[in-house]
């Protein structure tokens, strides 16, 4: 295997540098002024957690940022997270009224951060105060943004809540599956802080199905939640597979936020197998961690991909190559990767998801030289324990809830996030969570 050349360390600090800035104190407080405080705020409707976006803006405007803080709190627990990683491009300022009128819309992730900012460099002060404990209790299944929102929200309804993470630092994708020119792993860190400063406990290195059994969680607790996320992606189910140099997209993205960066070794020559977002930020790490050329490799059209246009523009800019309509047929090599064999597709019919199908042009095979292959095929549920879990239904490998207050086909099971929805944004968990917690709510209290 062909190793990139190794950078600085300020060369790293340089192309892991943050894509958007923070704003300046006037800088911010101009561009709140901007805000028209919309009657109807379809900023706020967009936005799947529906935060009170003008009301904090207009704080902001008015230099109150604590209250401005307490207002997204009151709709989002990971809002620092969601304003650097949000796609807010096409939720929130998506919707923005400017936007119609041809002008630049406001830039509301950006104020949301600096409100945020401020709420933890003043040392996150208690802005809520929970019910009396009512005597019940809460176990949630991981500390991704799902189960922080949903143990968030318990302590304040009065419950007794504890999260059993199996990594060793908590946050979830929060802080091991968003790449660190959108946000670090300290930035995740201090909204866990947050969470159990609210009371909620948190027990690391703890794998469910090992460490402790669903069972003894199940009778430990009046109700569960699950918040597992996604698994690696699956199999491509080629030839090499197995060669020293294929790696899990979401293996990779970890290994990247553990910020040692000149440890992870990637090739000069880097093949990235899928077209989502989950793709284009591995594709984008390993070209800032020295790789010379990196290919994105996608089965279907660019009218197909699921990432973000804002994501590939992203890519495009990294000097990422895109060879769409390709499938890979093998990995090539004797002791590691050495190259991809890859064939030409032809597009077909729309399926039932508004896709093409394909199928593979004859005689069409080619080879590309790489040292490294990304699978970043999507990612399925994690089953190792959960497939026991009496009543759990799934579809499309996602577990079905109920759409208004979570709760699965186990009466005191509920779930929230990637897992039933099958991998959408942050801000999406963090409303999962909130909603099941007063599912949960409603199950033990009526």
């Known amino acids: 295997m062909n190793i990139a050349q190794k950078l600085s360390q300020e060369q790293y600090e340089q192309n892991f540098g943050e894509i958007k800035p923070p704003f300046t104190a006037s800088s911010a407080v101009a561009e709140a002024n901007r805000c028209l405080y919309c009657y109807d705020s379809p900023c706020m409707k967009a936005c799947p957690t529906h935060i009170d976006i003008s009301t904090f803006i207009k704080k902001i405007a008015t230099g109150n940022l604590k209250g401005s803080a307490k207002t997204i709190l009151q709709s989002n627990w990971v809002p620092l997270t969601c304003a650097k990683a949000c796609p807010v491009e096409v939720l929130c300022e998506g919707a923005c009224v400017f936007n119609v009128k041809g002008e630049k819309a406001i830039e509301i992730g950006r104020l949301q951060r600096y409100a945020m900012d401020y709420y933890f460099e003043i040392s996150a002060p208690k802005l809520f105060i929970p019910k009396r404990e009512n005597g019940k209790s809460v176990g949630i299944i991981g500390s991704g943004p799902a189960g922080l929102a949903c143990g968030a929200e318990s302590v304040l309804l009065g419950y007794e809540v504890t999260i059993y993470e199996a990594n060793k630092i908590p946050g979830g994708l929060d802080t091991w599956g968003i790449a660190p020119y959108k946000m670090r792993q300290a930035d995740s860190l201090k909204e866990v802080k947050l969470i159990e400063n609210l009371g909620v406990k948190i027990q690391t290195n703890v794998l469910v199905g090992k460490d402790i059994s669903f069972n003894e969680l199940l009778n430990r607790h009046d109700a569960i939640f699950l918040g597992i996320g996604l698994g690696e992606s699956p199999e491509l189910k080629i030839p090499g597979e197995e060669l020293p140099g294929v790696i899990g997209a979401l293996q990779f993205i970890n290994q990247v936020k553990n910020e040692k960066w000149s440890s992870v070794n990637i090739g000069r020559r880097v093949a990235v197998i899928g077209a989502g977002n989950t793709s284009i930020d591995a594709a984008t790490e390993a070209k800032r961690l020295g790789a010379e050329e990196v290919f994105i490799l996608y089965r279907r059209g660019k009218m197909d991909m699921p990432a973000y246009e804002f994501e590939y523009e992203l890519a495009i800019k990294d000097n990422i190559s895109f060879y769409f309509q390709t499938a890979p047929k093998k990995i090539i090599g004797s002791n590691s990767v050495e190259a991809i064999e890859c064939i030409k597709m032809e597009l077909g019919e729309l399926d039932s998801k508004g896709r093409h199908s394909v199928k593979p042009i004859k005689n069409s095979e080619f080879v590309i030289p790489i040292d490294t292959v990304i699978k970043a ?70």
């Open 377 to 446: 095929i999507g990612q399925t549920v994690k089953t190792e324990f959960i497939s026991a879990i009496d009543g759990l239904k799934f579809e499309d490998e996602k577990i079905l809830v109920d759409p208004e207050t979570y709760q699965t086909g186990n009466p005191k099971v509920f779930a929230g996030g990637d897992c039933i929805n099958g991998g959408k944004e942050v801000v999406n968990a963090a409303y999962d969570g909130k909603r099941a917690a007063h599912g949960i709510h409603k199950f033990l209290f009526g």
